[in-house]
């Protein structure tokens, strides 16, 4: 974890080490590899590795760079009928840093998912419940959580150029080593698609959701904890409106924009400080969405080339206005005008992927090259950044 004031914390949450919990995942990995081989027919199988290099690992100021690679694994099993399914999978995740081994973590996730087909056109019912929990090495230990999240959603086909979507999720997330970040969360949207003959696609969303933290302004019991800076006493409520176009240009070419606004009604967030009353970076898990509101717009160019590859290029920008946290001086003292933090985000990327046909009885081997680069422009002078990330993936379903 890291503060604000002194860079990489030095603090120790817990004597095992990260180590230790490695074989946990790789026996995981060979079991399951081997209850799939003998049950092909009825199993699916799916290898990803990512591995790339950030010029600023950690989103701030510092800019310290890293090269990390993320292998995931993905066993599933379907139940199907003419007009339902069911599948159960379980999905395993590894990353692991060069040069800032704590931040290593695994995680792990199970669930279900099913559909229910109805009526002669193409309404359908989607439902899901998946359990997940992340490891982390000692310096992160703070950021281990275990999640339950369960869904349902509905498409209608109103015409055959208007779908309608609506859905609900409720999840509830724990933090064990920081409880008093443990919360209910609810979220509900309306979708309406539109399919026009001259290749546009209009996409119309709202979204509602809520934030209820499962303990009322309580201290950690381990008193060696940062503190907690409660920004707000209560819930949190949020909208966010969406509009998508996308205009096919010919066979090969697509482009697409977005504009959404979130909103919030009410801000009750909480963050962490360091010894010093800087608040610790929230390049991971304390950046709350709750906690600000503002715009965005994104942009996006898609290409078909030679040899079957596809080109993506996207661009986007951002506004961040802080609701109820404060911006602070690289020593973390807050300025005397007791202004309110404001980020300005832009990003570019670039993607070509590839899919390689390696033997006639396999799928394809996809192949992704990414790069992208960012700026965020802050008034608190802790995350004026910059950060580039180039990087290869390869995803093969067996």
């Known amino acids: 974890m890291q503060a604000k004031k002194n860079g990489i914390s030095t603090m120790k949450i817990r004597p095992e080490p990260f180590a230790k919990t490695l074989p946990i995942l790789f026996a995981a990995g060979a ?22 290099y950030s010029s600023n690992a950690f989103a701030n100021y510092y800019a310290l760079p890293d090269y990390f690679s993320s292998s995931q694994i993905t066993v599933h099993h379907d139940w199907l009928e003419s007009s339902s ?20 973590s695994h995680t792990h996730e199970a669930g279900f998912n099913g559909y229910k087909n109805w009526g002669a056109s193409e309404n359908q019912l989607d439902w899901g419940i998946r359990f997940s929990k992340s490891f982390y090495g000692d310096l992160y230990r703070w950021y281990e959580q275990e999640q339950t999240t369960s869904y349902a959603q509905i498409k209608i086909v109103a015409a055959p150029s208007w779908f309608l979507y609506t859905g609900i999720s409720l999840s509830y997330r724990n933090y064990p080593l920081l409880q008093p970040f443990a919360h209910f969360r609810t979220f ?45 006493a209560g819930n949190s409520l949020q909208g966010l409106l969406s509009l998508r176009a ?75 206005n802080y609701d109820e946290r404060l911006a602070a001086d690289l020593a973390g003292e807050i300025f005397p005008d007791a202004q309110l933090r404001s980020d300005e985000r832009r990003t570019a990327w670039l993607q070509i992927e590839k899919r390689l046909k390696l033997k006639s009885n396999l799928n394809p081997l996809k192949v992704t090259v990414t790069f992208s680069w960012l700026k965020n422009q802050s ?20």
């Open 31 to 52: 079991i399951l590899l081997g209850l799939a081989t003998p049950l092909w027919a009825q199993f699916g199988l799916s290898l990803q590795n990512e591995s790339g």
């Open 379 to 398: 008034n608190d002078p802790f995350y004026n950044y910059k950060s580039s990330y180039w990087g290869m993936s390869l995803s093969q379903a067996l």
């Open 246 to 320: 996308a205009q096919s240009l010919s066979a090969n070419i697509g482009i697409s924009a977005e504009y959404r606004v979130r909103h919030n009604w009410n801000s009750a967030t909480r963050y962490l400080a360091s010894s010093e009353g800087g608040y610790f970076s929230d390049e991971d898990v304390f950046d709350d969405v709750f906690a600000h509101h503002g715009q965005s717009v994104m942009a996006t160019y898609r290409q078909r080339l030679l040899w079957q590859m596809q080109l993506s290029i996207n661009g986007r920008w951002d506004e961040k």
């Open 85 to 104: 399914g069911l599948r159960f999978y379980y999905q395993g995740e590894l990353t692991l840093f060069e040069q800032y081994h704590d931040r290593n």
């Open 188 to 232: 509900g949207f309306v979708r309406s698609s539109w399919f026009l003959d001259s290749g546009t696609t209009f996409i119309l969303e709202t979204n509602l959701q809520q934030k209820i933290y499962s303990q009322e302004n309580q201290a950690m019991a381990d008193t060696s904890a940062p503190e907690i800076i409660y920004a707000e």
